[in-house]
């Protein structure tokens, strides 16, 4: 029977319920995270844990916990439930009480986990065809660089991308550029010189961006800047990042096609030699 993590107890998954004065059910009032489980540990698990105790603070949440803490917990929780590939998500959310203004900053914490076969990350065989998802713009508040439980913004760009047959959508933010997809951040290439777009531009901050934009000996330059639509459909190379698979290779967006996957290829190679 699958366990989870709750505040500072291990629940069977069917023990565990939610109050209807839940925030994060109520006003999407919370944090969450989600990472990759390789040989029974968490990869990448301090940029998970830095971000969500800056996002914490910034949304003024009083955690019950500390790093160490976290830790123990991760340890526990794949031990209980034999994980030694798979998946891991944790998510904070302010404790009930009050409307918009809560009663109090206290919150909660829950942990869970799923297991896969998957002992590295893969470069994906067939390359992934994107939409632009340009119906809702997203902010480039200091929020929209963390994984909130108001979610809205990539709900509905994934419905757009499923209505129209696409694998993801390329979403906007209200300067009319170019920031992320539903739930990966994005990369191109042109002339053998990266792009990302600045976190200003309210993008996720992801832990996997984090990470390529500081490994050690590539002879790629990597360039934070601002994106457009015109950019991005003349580069040489597109392709995702996220803490799950990794890197993805873009092979069409809209019309336009992308062959090249040399740099994603590389970067692959790369950041399995860190499991």
Known sequence: MSKIVF??????????????????????????????????????????????????????????????DVQDKIKLLLKENRINNGRLKIMIFRDEGGKYLPANNQSSFLMMCEEDNQKRFELNINGLELGLFSTQL??????????????????????????????????????????????????????????????????????????????KDITFQIKETTVTKAQILKSDEVFLTNAIQGVSWVGKIDNSAFKQQKIAQHLVGKINQLI
């Open 138 to 215: 997203k902010s480039t508040g200091k929020i929209s660089n963390f994984k909130t439980t108001s979610a809205l913004q990539s709900v509905l760009c994934s419905i757009e991308a499923n209505k129209n047959g696409k694998d993801d959508c390329l979403m906007f933010n209200t300067n009319n550029n170019l920031i992320e997809s539903a739930n990966s951040n994005v990369f191109y290439v042109k002339d053998d010189i990266i792009y990302t777009p600045k976190l200003s531009e309210g993008c996720v901050d992801g832990t996997m961006r984090n990470l390529i934009m500081m490994l």
């Open 7 to 68: 505040n500072q107890h291990i629940l069977n998954k069917e023990e565990f319920s939610i109050s209807l004065k839940n925030r994060a059910f109520l006003y999407g009032d919370g944090l969450f995270e989600s990472m990759k489980i390789f040989a029974g540990k968490a990869f990448n698990l301090d940029a998970h844990l830095n971000r969500i105790f800056i996002g914490a603070k910034l949304l003024n949440l009083d955690l019950k916990m500390n790093v160490e």
